[in-house]
């Protein structure tokens, strides 16, 4: 999926790996780093090429440089409580020469609206998204073990919002029939569900992914529509490695799901 590169780093606590689309990815060694969910999640995404996406919690823009990369959307605002990683996007944003194209906005999640976007862009007036992304905390406080960095306690815990709050801040961006798209743990489907039909972002599309046929899903992506009438096609699941290589070092991937990381497409 990724093979570290000699490209120098700002401090020791810095990366850069080569991941998919030869993407140069300026990670931090104690937040969290690229991985399964956060590719799917932008497969997922269906192309529009003049669409303005807005990634919340984007820590260091990996999805939107993915989406801009493929050119799936046209431009890309990536929102970050921390500014540490807001700073970490832009500098991902110029080493991939899409500066023009990525923008970063450090901003909590729960205080962003159109205005804020607007200004992110050096527009005068509030700006819509077209499609919002987002691979939300999926623990709450005070479950599981604290992580000694707070950079990784925060992305993996409802630390600076709950689900609820990053569905309320989709709403608040979308267009009238804009997409949401979120990348969430199955065992916490009935609360993601709730949060959508609150803000009236209406499913339209769900998949499952397997890390094998034996395996419970270990993650669910949705597309909702802003203000999209009642209408859900759940996908067959995506099994990403064959049951008989548990145990191998290395599981190889399932043909249909190279087929995902090929071709950045799923469903």
Do not use: W
Request: aromatic content about 4%.
């Amino acid at each position: 999926m990724n093979q570290t590169s000699k490209t120098p780093c700002r401090d020791e606590n810095e990366r850069v790996d080569t991941v998919n689309e030869n993407i140069k990815l300026i990670q931090k060694k104690n937040g969290l780093t690229y991985g399964t969910d956060a590719y799917l999640l932008a497969a997922f995404v269906r192309p529009d090429k003049d669409a303005l996406c807005v990634d919340l919690g984007s820590g260091t823009g990996i999805i939107p440089l993915l989406l801009c990369k493929r050119d799936k959307v046209a431009r890309a605002v990536g929102v970050e409580v921390q500014a540490e990683f807001a700073e970490l996007i832009g500098r991902n944003a110029s080493l991939n020469d899409l500066s023009d194209r990525l923008v970063p906005l450090s901003i909590d999640a729960r205080e962003l609206t159109q205005v804020a976007l607007g200004k992110a862009l050096n527009c005068e007036q509030g700006r819509c998204a077209d499609i919002v992304v987002a691979n939300p905390p999926y623990m709450r406080v005070g479950n599981g073990r604290r992580n000694e960095a707070d950079a990784k306690f925060i992305a993996r815990h409802e630390v600076c919002g709950d689900i609820g709050d990053f569905c309320a801040a989709a709403a608040r961006v979308l267009r009238y029939g804009g997409s949401f798209y979120v990348v969430y743990r199955p065992d916490r489907l009935s609360e993601l569900m709730a949060a959508l039909h609150k803000e009236r972002l209406e499913p339209k599309r769900m998949t499952f992914v397997h890390a094998d046929a034996e395996s419970e899903p270990s993650m669910v992506l949705i597309e909702a529509r802003a203000g999209g009438n009642a209408s859900l096609t759940v996908t067959p699941p995506l099994i990403l490695h064959d049951v008989q290589s548990r145990g191998l070092s290395h599981r190889p991937l399932t043909e249909a799901a190279q087929r995902v990381y090929d071709e950045m497409r799923l469903g």
